[in-house]
C-alpha cells in the first residue's frame, strides 16, 4: 500500500498517544499473528486452554452459566477436549435479551462496561456488554485481519457503512474524530446518485488505500459509475462484511475498482470472525480467539454440510458468550488453504444479507437503515421488511403482546417520513414470522430484482 508522510508520523506516535492501551493492542496483535503458523495440535492445544479459562470463570462468576452446567453434570475443571462442549445447551439471542445484565460476571460493575448492541441482523436487536480489556482483544484481532492485504495503523480508510453505532457522531466532533483516525464514512443508508457522485469524488481526491463497504451497497456504487460511464481511483484493497458476498457482486466490483476485494465475517458481538486470506479461497476462522462450531440438528455438521454457526468467544469475560448461536449458516471447508496458516476455514457463509430497496423517487435505501427504529423497542421479538414492488413496503413486526396497532401505525409514520412519499409504508402485527426456506429469519426481503434497481442507478 501506498506509505505517506502523515500515515508514517501517525504510526510512529499512535502508541505513544494511546499508552499502555495503544502498546496492549498492538502486542497482542503480534501475538495472534503469530499464531496462525503454530502447529495445528498447539493451535488445538491453546483453545482447550482459552475455552476453560473461559468456563472455570462463567461457573464461578456467572450464575445463569453455573445453573447450565450443574443441570447437564458439566464439570469445567475436567474439560479435556473441546468435543465435551457438544455436552452444554446453546446460549441463544432471545435468552441474551431476556436475562440481560444478570449475565454479566459478578466481579464486574456493570457501570464500568460497555453497553453495545447487535445491528439486528436477524429482525431481533439485543443489547450486551464489554470491557476494556474485551476493546483490546477486539481491535487486536481486527489489526492481525488487515494485515492480511497490507493495511498498516495510519492508513486512510473510507466507509460506505451505517450501522448506527458507527455513525452517531455528527458535527464538529464527527468531523474531528475522522480526521484524526483518517477515517471518512458515507451513510449507506442513503445512495442516491447526488451521494454516490460525492463518495465517487472523495475515493479521487483523498485517496484512501482501504475501502470498507456493504457488499451491496458497494455493488449499487460500482453499478452506478458504470452506467455513468466514470471511472474511479482504485483503492489499495476492498474489504466487505456484514452481508454474504456473491459471485456475482464481487465480479462487478473488481471490474470498477481493480483491486482486490477481501470477504469478511463478523458481527457486532464479536467483531470480526472470520475472513479471506491472499488466496481467496473461503474464510479463515481467527480459532485463537473464537472457537466455532458448525451445527445441523443440535449436532456438530460434517465438513461441506451447511449448518448454524455457533461461537464461544475467548475475549469477554465481562459477558461470556459461550454456544452462542449467531443465526448465520456456514459451511466448514475441509482442505488446508494454499497460505499456510494453521486456522480452520469456512467454506462460505450464507444467509447474511440484508440488501437494499429502491423507491420510485431513485433513492436505493440498504436494509440495515430498518433496524435503528427497533433499538428501543424491546416489545418487539422480531419483524419483516418486505418490500411488494417499487411503490409498497410492508413491515411485519411480531412482539411479546405488548405493541399495539397505534404503536404499529406511529412506527410506519416514522419510516415514511425517512423515506418519504414517493413509497408507501405500512406495518401490520402478526403472530409469527416464520423463517425463509433457508432457514434464515431474514429481516429484508424484496420482490425488486437487483437488475431493476442497477437500470434505476442512472
Not at 384 to 405: K, T
Not at 426 to 454: H, M, W
Request: with cysteine; charged share 25%; aromatic share 10%.
Amino acid at each position: 500500500m501506498k506509505l505517506d508522510l502523515y500515515g508514517s508520523l501517525y504510526r510512529r506516535t499512535w502508541q505513544l498517544r494511546a499508552g499502555q492501551f495503544g502498546r496492549e493492542i498492538f502486542r497482542r496483535a503480534d501475538e495472534m499473528s503469530r499464531r496462525e503458523r503454530l502447529t495445528a495440535n498447539a493451535l488445538k492445544d491453546f483453545q482447550l486452554e482459552q475455552t476453560q479459562a473461559l468456563l472455570i470463570h462463567a461457573y464461578q462468576q456467572v450464575p445463569f452459566h453455573r445453573a447450565r452446567m450443574e443441570a447437564v453434570g458439566f464439570d469445567p475443571f475436567k474439560l479435556t477436549d473441546l468435543t465435551q462442549l457438544e455436552r452444554l445447551p446453546f446460549m441463544t439471542k432471545e435468552e441474551l435479551r431476556a436475562e440481560g445484565l444478570h449475565l454479566v460476571a459478578q466481579s464486574y460493575d456493570p457501570k464500568s462496561l460497555l453497553e453495545n448492541a447487535s445491528g439486528g441482523s436477524t429482525g431481533m436487536p439485543v443489547k450486551f456488554y464489554q470491557d476494556q480489556a474485551y476493546t483490546i482483544f477486539n481491535r487486536a484481532n481486527k489489526l492481525r485481519q488487515r494485515r492480511w492485504f497490507g493495511y498498516q495503523m495510519g492508513d486512510k480508510i473510507a466507509y460506505l457503512w451505517g450501522a448506527r453505532r458507527d455513525t452517531r457522531i455528527k458535527g464538529f466532533r464527527h468531523y474531528l474524530r475522522q480526521t484524526l483516525r483518517r477515517e471518512h464514512w458515507i451513510d449507506a443508508f442513503d445512495l442516491t446518485s447526488r451521494h454516490m457522485l460525492e463518495f465517487k469524488n472523495l475515493l479521487d481526491t483523498w485517496q484512501p488505500e482501504l475501502l470498507v463497504a456493504y457488499p451491496s451497497a458497494l455493488q449499487a456504487f460500482a453499478a452506478y459509475l458504470q452506467n455513468q460511464g466514470l471511472a474511479v481511483r482504485s483503492p489499495g484493497a476492498i474489504e466487505c462484511s456484514a452481508e454474504k458476498l456473491q459471485a456475482a457482486q464481487r465480479v462487478v466490483i473488481e471490474q470498477v475498482f481493480n483491486c482486490p476485494i477481501y470477504d469478511v465475517y463478523g458481527s457486532r458481538e464479536f467483531g470480526v470472525i472470520a475472513a479471506e486470506c491472499e488466496q481467496h479461497n473461503g474464510l479463515h476462522i481467527f480459532a485463537d480467539a473464537f472457537y466455532l462450531e458448525v451445527i445441523k440438528d443440535g449436532h456438530p455438521a460434517q465438513p461441506g454440510e451447511l449448518g448454524e454457526i455457533v461461537i464461544t468467544c475467548f475475549g469477554n469475560f465481562a459477558m461470556p458468550f459461550i454456544r452462542y448461536t449467531t443465526g448465520d449458516l456456514g459451511v466448514m471447508a475441509t482442505e488446508p488453504c494454499a497460505c499456510g496458516r494453521v486456522l480452520p476455514r469456512l467454506a462460505e457463509v450464507v444467509g447474511r444479507t440484508n440488501g437494499v430497496i429502491s423507491t420510485p423517487d431513485g433513492k436505493l435505501v440498504h436494509g440495515a437503515f430498518f433496524s435503528k427504529f427497533f433499538y428501543d423497542l424491546p416489545q418487539v421479538k422480531r419483524y419483516r421488511v418486505h418490500q411488494i414492488d417499487r411503490a409498497n413496503l410492508d413491515i411485519l413486526v411480531e412482539s411479546n403482546g405488548h405493541f399495539s396497532p397505534d404503536q404499529a401505525a406511529a412506527l410506519a409514520n416514522q419510516i415514511q417520513t425517512k423515506l418519504g412519499e414517493s413509497i408507501k409504508v405500512s406495518c401490520r402485527l402478526v403472530s409469527n414470522i416464520e423463517p425463509l426456506p433457508s432457514g434464515k429469519l431474514a429481516y429484508l426481503v424484496s420482490d425488486v430484482p437487483l437488475t431493476f434497481i442497477q437500470k434505476e442507478l442512472g
